[in-house]
């Protein structure tokens, strides 16, 4: 509903305002994608990259590993939430909000702890099981077929793809239409299983399709996570592109910034190939029988809540691993606990506090910034505006991250902000705007509309509605917004280390830095407390938007009766 003429802002200042917010966004975007672009014109780098031995092996290594983790994340997602109804779908990601704060990184660090040939997982078994006295010679993590990469990927994208579902199918409005759709399937003699795949999946499925692309592109371009339990001769694309960049050579540059464009080639094949598969003739022929209930039966046969199965103990068990890593000493193999404590690791941790002021600043400021700038467009742009500028904003989220950051590099070189704090700044904000966006849109779409003719009737602007009613109402969003981007700020890593020059060192860049060496225990130290920052976040911000603070927001929202 449009607000009354009397109060509404002129309409040059609204222009004026949402050109300003599209600048703010778009400028930055697109000149370091036309630059990376740039980069990439070179035909002496493309000959390079094709005849080095090591290309043709990781495309064929990274197409697997993206694609496995991608689809398993997907299909277990898809079964979780089909075994789901709404109120346990609500307990669910409740339950699973801690999990999003656990960054890619810390995640793989701690599983590579877990399931490592030395790993506790097999210390416990040993004594019983294998009888063995020394480590032994496995490929656990960093394993030629990726296998250990799947896991990682796959684990860590289920709770994203079930927040994204629920942001949707827990609105009250699809909500209600749902149940009534799900009790007239059932009366025509459909199962709960059947109703759900044959009502609820077509549906969910167009609204998934930007969340399963932003997975299959991380999945495919990841940097930090297979630095960390990714094969390592050859590594995948995104590796190598980013190892030929971080070279001296400017044609080995050159064929680094080639690669991370054949890397978003290989991103936009594989997103082809998907959205051929699900709009083929064939395949909605079958996903409006009884063929897609069999197949994803069949798939996924294991019912139940599969996130209190397996998730949250595997969750659990990484976290544990690297709280024990953190503050181990002497451990020989095949003890289950270690022969001495040490806590030189957290020292450390406590002596660096550069690294923790860089970590927190960078991701209250960009996550702050991310949702003023997200409450604003929301706030101001109209629907059709909305929906055509979403490609933009979502941008960082399907493109490769060694191809986007490559083009800030070049911008922020341009701009003599490289190697600077506003520098990395910018390049956490453009990461975080996108995440920010997507968890926050949903709040406003299913705000009470009726609420505006009431509040315009008893004579009160706009802006005095939108700040003593519309935003207090909205205190959980806008808490769960802030602490995904600061999350999201945290787990970055390609762009604090290009753009702030090894400046600007954060726990993400510690931690993954430190995992290719010998030191398990500051590694382990510096991956808690990459999930320990957000987790506090989140913490917090589920305290500050708990119901109980709402009773506030209805004596405001009875300031507007007389």
Known sequence: MRWPTNVRSSRAALLLTLMVLLGMLGVPLLSGLWLSMAAACDALAWQALWSDPQTRYAIALTGWTGLCSAGLATLISARLLSCTSAPQLQRLI??????????HAAFAIGLALLIAPSGWLLRLVSPWATGLDAPPPWATTQDPWGLGLIAALTLKEIPFLLWAAGTHLLRPDVSRRLTQELAVAATLGYSPQAAWWRVVWPQLLARWTAPMLAVLAYSLSVVDVALVIGPATPPTLGVLAWQWL?????????KGAAAAWLLAGLVATCAAAGWCFLNVRWWQRRRSSGATTRMASAALATRGD?????????????????ALASITGLWPFPDLWPTHWRASAWRAVA??????????????????????????????????????????????????????VVGLHRLALQWQLDGTATGVWLAHWLACVPYVLLTLQGAYRSFDKRLYPLAATWGHGRWYFVWHVKWPMMRAALASAFAVGFAVSVAQFLPTLYIGAG????????????????????????AWLQWLLPAAVFAGAAWWGRPRRLTQTHSRLGTIHP
């Not at 599969?306 to 690297?322: D, G, H, K, M, Q």
């Open 351 to 404: 002596d660096s506090s550069d690294t923790l002021w860089h970590t927190f600043w960078l991701a209250a400021s960009s996550a702050g910034c991310a949702l003023v700038w997200a409450v604003a467009w929301l706030e101001l742009a109209p629907l059709s505006w909305h929906t055509r500028m979403q490609a933009l904003a979502f941008a960082p989220l399907v493109l490769p991250g060694v191809l986007w």
């Open 503 to 526: 400046r600007f060192a954060t726990v993400t860049t510690e931690a993954v830095t430190l995992s290719s060496g010998g030191q398990r225990n500051l590694t382990a130290a510096f």
């Open 306 to 322: 599969i996130s209190r199965l397996t998730l949250t103990p595997v969750y659990l068990a990484v976290l544990a691993a690297l």
């Open 246 to 254: 971080q070279d001296a050579s400017a044609l080995e540059n050159a």
């Open 94 to 103: 409740g339950r699973q909000a801690w999990m999003l704060a656990v960054p």
